[in-house]
């Protein structure tokens, strides 16, 4: 079975600072992507930033970084520079067709 | 429109009742996809369809969940009997083409089910 793992139901930073929302996962597949997703209140999800698992150079999205460690399934999200919009919940997710998500992680930001 | 657009935004329902939930996806998307998440959950996923047909629905938990997309856009997800436990909310996604990289899904917004 795929899974994946948020340890960190809640995590607040303060503004301007950098914070590291952690995701591991488990899969017999050996090509697949990964996702980081953000969603606010409104319900819709928004992609973050993704990374192709056959790659070895982590994703960087301006503010958004990932730290991609294949042999231990981990994929963190680093988020520089923390703004107050970007209080929302956070989903790891990967796969290919169809994607499986973790249970989120609630980021607060903190003024 | 602009983006993927879900109706209705809430729907109450009674348990045993048949609902139908309904998905525009993005014009010219040729997949699409439907999610549940339930409270405190993260999305999981119970159909794809590339075009008209189901690609792949082997996350429609039971028969009492059935989803049709046939002209190859709009997308009706159709739950029978419905339970309690069918309360979440679903989500709708679109691509233009197959692969989940190349191709990132945009969501809609959702529809609350609520079943009382």
């Known amino acids: 079975a795929q899974t994946v793992t948020q340890s960190q139901p809640e995590m607040s930073v303060q503004e301007a600072e950098t914070v590291t929302l952690s995701c591991t996962y488990d899969t017999s597949e050996s090509d697949y992507y990964l996702f980081w997703y953000k969603q606010p209140p409104s319900r819709q999800m928004i992609l973050v930033i993704r990374?192709?698992?056959?790659?070895?150079q982590n994703a960087t999205e301006n503010r958004f970084s990932v730290n991609f460690q294949k042999a231990a399934k981990s994929f963190s999200l680093k988020i520089s520079d923390s703004q107050l919009g970007d209080a929302a919940m956070y989903f790891c997710?990967?796969?290919?067709?169809?994607?499986?998500f973790g249970t989120g992680t609630r980021l607060t930001i903190i003024p | 429109g602009a983006g993927v657009s879900q109706t209705p935004s809430n729907k109450v329902t009674e348990k045993g009742k048949y609902v139908e939930l309904r998905c525009d996806p993005i014009?010219?998307?040729?997949?699409l996809y439907w999610y549940r998440q339930s409270l405190g959950q993260g999305p999981e996923f119970l159909i794809y369809?590339?075009?008209?047909?189901?690609?792949?629905d082997s996350g429609l938990p039971n028969d009492r969940f059935f989803a049709v997309r046939p002209e190859g856009s709009v997308s009706t997800l159709k739950i029978q009997r419905t339970e309690r436990g069918d309360s979440a909310v679903y989500l709708c996604a679109s691509s233009p083409g197959q692969a989940a990289y190349n191709s990132p899904l945009h969501f809609g917004n959702g529809t609350r089910l609520t079943v009382t």
């Open positions: 014009s010219g998307h040729t997949a």
């Open positions: 990374q192709e698992a056959y790659k070895q």
């Open positions: 997710a990967f796969g290919n067709e169809k994607l499986t």
């Open positions: 369809f590339q075009g008209t047909g189901a690609a792949d």
